[in-house]
């Protein structure tokens, strides 16, 4: 059967999906709905990823493509679940707003803004309003339990002295790779948008510095190459990229709140993300040790199973206090557990039941949910006036080059396209800056479309282009 004609039946079972989402009493269990509305996405996310490798590409880019399409469509045809889900992180924020004391309405539009706030809000107030809210909250979490167990796996088949051997090369190229973007994002805001501040240049260019390694792992998995030099360069230069991001983030937002820069936060942040990195690598085993030394009780599927989860959650949740992203909490936790802990079990079990396999079953299931999730926060429409585009256009541009260009400082014997095009996604970091600026008042609404259209252009263009520098190039 034709890969057309599955998805033209599949979009046109869509509305039954929908229609039978919570609020017309049909459930009496809660868990039921987030049930439905997982296995809902779950169910377009395969779609995406059979469709994706009929065409030989990557399976993330199907899963991301099907989810702008079930958005987009789903918005077009008034579905209230989507539209929900369309307004991603916004809608959290709502709801911890009104938690910390502001009216739902206000809530709504210092969170979300208008006119969809008003959408969102009609939505709410229907019966099923709540169970939505809660089906969608479901979804959030499951996704971003799929990126850390993502970054977990890569970790798993990274190896610290692989890393040692690169440190330098991913120094360079997270450093360009950060510099870069910034000065070509700060010229492309000063040419295209003279009538911003420069503190809005500023924290457009600082945006444009970002890089989201979820995407880059994802591809990279697929094409069975995260063993490869390339693979180490990308994922040592993403963790001091992220470092230098949030120096960055720091600098600029210190200087758009106060008029000055804070050199006491930028010092901070700079000592306890290194503290962070350290400890996680010299205490880590000390912790794994000890953990799995009194696991004896247990066998070795459960053994392995549980100090898996144990310390990937643990190392996460300590980078997140660290103000580093959880997913580098969970990839050092991928480096530093290997099998070779649990050698006090059989040699034949240790052979049989590796930890990989073991958690594979977990990210399988809960990654394509992020990326379908990701597509569906896509707003097309928000696209159609033709300064967002010119201003996208522009900082699109820049973002590419700026990460491209990165490539070169990995020295020789390596692929430089490669490793300059697995720097290129800015994902969900890049969202997460743009809406730290609109937070702020920085980024108006064309402005935040634009950087938008910017992330999304830069998550979709990596896959192929990423597959192509890691099969058709040669290394320099």
Known sequence: MHPAFILTILLSLFPSLLWAMPGDGKYTDPIAPVILGVTGILFFALIGRFL?????????????????????????????????????AAIFDMVELTLAGEPLREAANIAIGQPAASEILNILHDPGGPAMLQVAHTVDVFSRYGVIFLLFLVGLETSIKELGQVGKASSRVAIIGVVMPFMLGFVAARLLMPELSLNVDLFVAATLGATSIGITARVLQDLNRTQTREAQVILGAAIIDDVLGLLMLAIVSGIIVSGGVEFSNIITIILVASMFLVLAFLLGPYFLSFVIKHSWRLDVVEAKMFVAFLFVMVLAWMANLAGL???????????????????????QNEKRYRIKELVMPLEVILVPIFFVLMGIQVKVETFLDPHVIIMATGLTIAAVIGKLVSGLGAGKGVRHLAIGAGMIPRGEVG?????????????????????????IVTTMMTPPLLKYAMTSTKKA
């Open 431 to 455: 969202l997460i800056f743009a809406s730290i600026g609109k937070s702020l008042g920085v980024i108006n609404d064309a402005l935040f479309s634009a950087v938008v259209l910017m992330v």
């Open 325 to 347: 992203a959880t997913i580098i909490g969970a990839f050092a936790a991928g480096v530093i557990l290997q099998d070779t802990y649990f050698e006090h079990w059989s040699k």
């Open 52 to 88: 994706a490798r009929k065409l030989g590409q990557p399976s993330v880019l199907g899963e991301l493509i099907m989810g702008v399409v079930v958005g987009n469509i789903g918005y077009q045809l008034g579905f209230d679940f989507v539209q929900i889900l369309r307004e991603g």
